[in-house]
């Protein structure tokens, strides 16, 4: 087994290294004076089960090539089987003719990465399901959800809180979560009845003195969430907290996140914090690293994987 890194996420990689007590393998992924990637594995991988670990996160062209052109790298290296670890799967949201003449990007790049050498894909929590079936080659997909009960069990022990989905398509991912937890499930309703006029949030579920904690899968320019905490709270709920997976929080995101009435914004490390995330109040991220490595292990030793969803 070799794990080797791109440079989207150093930090990810080197903390699954660390718990694989595995170095990772040498290489370097450098750029011409035009940008274009150039990659030279230092190390004989002929013959090996080799990970490449890489968040196709912000800049999410360049780190995207980087990981097509190492995974070129490999196989032309020999390496027996290639698994792309994509901690976070750039693209995922575009996985549906959105409006016609639209491309549906997220099957594109699961072509482009299978075609590219990957034998198998590990990801963590897609924004739908569905794109497993963009791959014809294995995809396992973690959910951070054991995580992030862990948390909420120590930090809101006994308090009375409420699961919250910040919009209709998130049922599914917050109830299990309120499930696990025999927590009560809030869902925000989001509508804009016409065109020009503004969004109206209607809340199913009474959050008047709860401890509402939002799930979702990615927070972006954090307009969802932060309208939904103000929702929440005017609505008389005590606090206002959030679990998200992936932190994306690109643009003015976290000057957004930090003005807001969100308590705590608690995302993953599938993509690398930023000095502003770093530094912001009320922003914090729980290491995945060893559910995805401990993945990679039972995948180099061929044993189940499931077993780790719970
Ligand atoms: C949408 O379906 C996703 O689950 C997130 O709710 C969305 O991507 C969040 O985006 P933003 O933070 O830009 O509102």
Redesign the pocket.
């Known amino acids: 087994m070799k794990v080797l890194s791109c440079n989207s996420n150093r930090p990810i990689a080197e903390a699954i290294s660390a718990y694989l007590n595995l170095p990772l393998t040498s290489a370097s992924i450098r750029r011409f004076s035009d940008m274009e990637v150039f990659v030279e594995i230092n190390e004989n991988v002929r013959g090996e089960d080799v990970f490449v670990i890489q968040s196709t996160s912000y800049p999410a062209n360049d780190n995207l090539m980087e990981l097509l052109v190492t995974l070129d790298a490999l196989r032309r290296g020999s390496a027996r089987r290639i698994t792309a670890v994509l901690p976070y799967f750039g693209y995922a949201?575009q996985d549906r003719k959105s409006g016609p003449r639209t491309p549906i990007s997220a099957k594109l790049v699961a072509n482009l990465i299978t075609e590219a050498g990957a034998d198998r894909v590990l990801t963590l929590d897609l924004?739908a399901g569905q794109i497993q079936g963009f791959f014809d080659i294995p995809l396992d997909n973690l959910y951070a959800a054991p995580v992030f009960n862990k948390d909420i069990e120590e930090k809101y022990n006994g308090d009375d809180i409420m699961m919250v989905s910040?919009?209709v398509?998130?049922v599914v991912r917050a109830r299990a979560i309120a499930k696990r937890l025999d927590a009560d499930l809030a869902i925000i309703d989001k509508r804009r009845e016409r065109a020009g006029e503004s969004e109206v949030m209607n809340i199913i579920g009474n959050v008047k003195d709860r401890r509402c904690i939002m799930i979702?899968?990615?927070?972006?320019?954090?307009?969802?969430?932060c309208n939904a905490a103000t929702a929440l709270m005017d609505s008389g709920a005590k606090s206002v907290a959030a679990y998200i997976t992936h932190g994306v929080l690109s643009g003015g995101?976290v000057a957004r996140i930090t003005a807001s009435p969100l308590e705590t914004l608690v995302s993953t490390d599938s993509i690398m914090a930023t000095e502003a995330v770093r530094v912001a109040h009320n922003i914090r991220q729980l290491t995945i690293a060893p559910l995805i490595a401990e993945a990679m292990r039972r995948i180099s030793d061929e044993n189940s994987v499931s077993s780790l969803f719970n």
């Open positions: 949201r924004h910040p919009d398509g998130g979702d899968d990615i927070i972006d320019s954090g307009g969802t969430l995101a």
